[in-house]
Nanobody, 121 residues
Framework: QVQLVESGGGLVQPGGSLRLSCAAS????????MAWYRQAPGKERELVAIITTGGSTNYADSVKGRFTISRDNAKNTVYLQMNSLKSEDTAVYYC???????????????WGQGTQVTVSS
């Protein structure tokens, strides 16, 4: 059973910072790309940031220069450092990863359960 477990969400004032973490199950063979998405009330889920196995990154224009995605391959964990937060960053943030459970099996896409980030004074 593959699980992605997020942590680090919460309430923060505008201009503040939060760091999200997402840990994948240890009993997996490999992880390809890992990403963070978010979904605000009444809006579609959108890609925030993505990182490849080699460390290449890409960001939504709305978070460039403020958010940083990173990963620790030894820990099967991806992080999202969020600085200079704005009210419009308020959303449920979801971890996403392409995972191969065992050698010889295919790569499948998995989602975490989501963590709420609220930016408000």
């Amino acid at each position: 059973q593959v699980q992605l477990v997020e942590s680090g969400g919460g309430l923060v004032q505008p201009g503040g910072s939060l760091r999200l973490s997402c840990a994948a199950s240890k009993n997996i063979f490999s992880i390809n790309a890992m990403a963070w998405y978010r979904q605000a009330p009444g809006k579609e889920r959108e890609l925030v940031a993505i990182i490849t196995t080699g460390g290449s990154t890409n960001y939504a224009d709305s978070v460039k220069g403020r958010f940083t995605i990173s990963r620790d391959n030894a820990k099967n964990t991806v992080y999202l450092q969020m600085n200079s937060l704005k009210s419009e960053d308020t959303a449920v943030y979801y971890c996403n990863a392409d995972i191969r459970k065992a050698a010889g099996l295919g790569v499948y896409n998995y989602w975490g359960q989501g963590t709420q980030v609220t930016v408000s004074s």
